[in-house]
């Protein structure tokens, strides 16, 4: 979308809007990023989307190859309107495409040698994998992956609800990111590009607003 019809659909948004798009904005990141592979319960993927859209990550990649394209519904409400997600039907395309796009691939399991959380080092693009509440990650993740990371627990419950553990890794991993010298805003052609998907899915009359500017230049 060129410069003109971004400036003209959000002057349909109320300055404070306005305002809001661009503080967040200037606090969104794409240096992180969060792949969800086949989770069962969808207010669990729902939940990963919010903690994503809290803590500024925009990109959620969602893997639907056993359980198949069962989260529509959930898609449709609350934080979808603020990430972007890419849903993928294979494991191995997801991986291959996040491998592409040069993140390091980061399996979060307490089942494999690993760093601790706070041993973890963030230096470079990461993609952290979220399996299954029941099965955890597939042995395709686990083998693809560059690194592992874990949350130490200490009562008789060896592992957390993946939503929990999303929360408690981005909460982490996203402060450290914002109080280093890591390059880790946004470029100007992903503001522009998400500030178009954001205005999509906000304004009521889009489409509409759309022929309007394309018929009066």
Request: proline content about 2%; aromatic content about 10%; charged content about 25%.
């Amino acid at each position: 979308m060129n410069t003109a019809t971004l400036n003209y659909l959000e002057s349909y948004l109320t300055p404070r809007r306005q305002q809001l798009f661009k503080e967040v904005l200037a606090e969104r990141t794409r240096f992180l990023t969060v792949a969800i592979e086949d989770v069962g319960h969808l207010h669990n993927t729902s939940a990963v989307m919010r903690s994503c859209d809290a803590f500024g990550v925009q990109d959620v990649h969602v893997i639907e190859e056993l359980k198949g394209k069962r989260i529509d519904r959930e898609i449709a409400m609350g934080a979808q309107k603020w990430t972007t997600v890419h849903r993928y039907d294979s494991t191995k395309n997801a991986l291959a495409q996040l491998k592409h796009n040069g993140y390091r691939i980061v399996a979060t399991t307490p089942h494999h040698t690993a760093h601790k959380l706070e041993d973890f080092k963030l230096d470079q693009p990461t993609a952290l994998f979220f399996g299954s509440e029941k099965d955890g990650l597939t042995e395709a993740v686990i083998e693809a992956a560059d690194d592992y990371v874990y949350i130490p627990t200490f009562g008789f419950t060896q592992s957390l609800n993946i939503s929990v553990c999303a929360a408690i890794l981005l909460q982490d991993l996203t402060f450290r990111m914002r109080n280093s010298a890591l390059d880790w805003k946004l470029k100007d052609s992903d503001i522009t590009e998400i500030k178009a998907l954001w205005l999509k899915r906000n304004l009521k009359d889009y489409e509409a607003l759309v022929n309007q500017f394309n018929s009066q230049h």
